[in-house]
């Protein structure tokens, strides 16, 4: 199983919003908010999952989970964890 971490850190000298390595280590900069901040996260996580995916087809499938989750009110909150996923684990 892939495990994925993300780190948060001002990214203005790599002149990018985030970063996504092999190890699947994320570095997301952490003045994103918002709707911004999901589609970064989403890019950076299918990045991990997808790496030999072309920029392209990252950028279309971030910006379209994106506009689906946002447009379904999915948004930053709280962070309770105590709610399964479909794996079973929490």
């Known amino acids: 199983m892939l495990k994925i971490k993300i780190i948060y850190r001002k990214l203005g000298r790599e002149k990018a919003h985030g970063l996504a390595s092999k190890d699947g280590i994320i570095e997301i ?10 589609e970064i996260l989403i890019h950076e996580i299918l990045h991990c ?33 105590d709610e399964p996923l479909q794996d079973g684990l929490i």
């Not at 689906?68 to 009110?73: P, Q, R, V």
């Open 29 to 38: 900069d952490e003045r994103l908010k918002g709707k911004k901040h999901l």
């Open 49 to 81: 999952i997808y790496p030999r995916s072309s920029e392209a087809t990252i950028v279309k499938n971030s910006v379209l989970l994106t506009r689906l989750l946002w447009k379904e009110g999915y948004r930053r909150v709280d962070q309770k964890e």
